[in-house]
């Protein structure tokens, strides 16, 4: 169960307080009620998190600025401007995102099973937000695997364009926490980027020679003898190395 529920957030404060937890609050130390099968939606800013059932019955933020649990089941989770919702299995979900600014947004979506275990994760990096107005849909049941974000960018409730994962894992791949690394050799004329990671494989590498505009790094390209070069990788799972300086210099290679 989520920490921002009442009951919760009251048995905590009572706990604190030297209390007891009654009866009502949602927590129990019966193992089998916490293995709940379903799937965890996770969105980083600036986009707001709203789901909808086959009854329309909404769980997310009200216009109030309180936190609605219309949908028996579903929970919900903000911390700071990351939003996090639990959809049991067996029931139809409409997953909504709504910018708050232009920019570009992550999104995760974990299936886990009745045992607690992880199954599949789709990712979806930087997801552009090309008006304050872009709104993006997902479908979700049961087994759904990467489905498409359906983006309206003009609040006109016609759909603009579709994103799809940019990665999907299975179940071995899911816990990786590990950031991929970057090499780079220079010979004089041309640097040559190399990325690895040992779990879910890279998703990108970029570079930059002012550390402001980024180019997807596909093949090698041209650079001067002294030229500081940018390079950082992404991993299938989201994660990110710390961004490297390159000095290039004839013969040289860095790590």
Not at 102 to 118: E, F
Not at 222 to 235: C, E, F, N, P, R
Not at 238 to 249: M, Y
Request: charged share 20%.
């Amino acid at each position: 169960t989520m920490p921002s529920l009442p009951a919760i957030q009251n048995a905590i404060l009572a706990v604190l307080g030297g209390g007891t937890i009654t009866s009502d609050s949602g927590i129990s130390n019966a193992v089998g009620l916490c293995k709940l099968s379903g799937d965890i939606v996770e969105v980083h800013s600036p986009v707001s998190l709203d789901i909808y059932d086959q009854d329309n019955r909404h769980t997310g933020l009200a216009a109030d600025g309180e936190t609605e649990y219309g949908i028996p089941g579903v929970q919900y989770e903000m911390i700071d401007n990351e939003k996090f919702a639990f959809m049991p299995s067996g029931a139809h979900y409409r997953v909504v995102t709504r910018a708050q600014s232009t920019g570009a947004y992550d999104m995760y979506i974990t299936h886990t099973d009745d045992t607690d275990v992880v199954t599949h994760q789709s990712y979806y990096h930087a997801v552009p937000l090309v008006t304050e107005n872009s709104t993006g849909t997902i479908m979700l049941a049961d087994e759904t695997v990467s489905p498409m974000i359906s983006i309206d960018d003009n609040d006109d409730t016609v759909t603009d364009r579709t994103v799809t994962a940019s990665s999907s894992l299975e179940s071995d791949k899911v816990n990786d926490h590990t950031p991929p690394v970057t090499t780079a050799a220079f010979d004089g004329t041309m640097v040559t980027l190399s990325a690895t990671d040992d779990i879910s494989g890279v998703l990108n590498t970029k570079y930059s020679t002012d550390n402001v505009v980024w180019n997807v790094y596909s093949n090698p390209f041209k650079a001067k003898v002294g030229v500081t070069v940018y390079v950082v990788s992404l991993d299938a799972a989201g994660n990110t190395e710390d961004i490297k300086q390159i000095q290039t210099a004839i013969a040289s290679m860095v790590s």
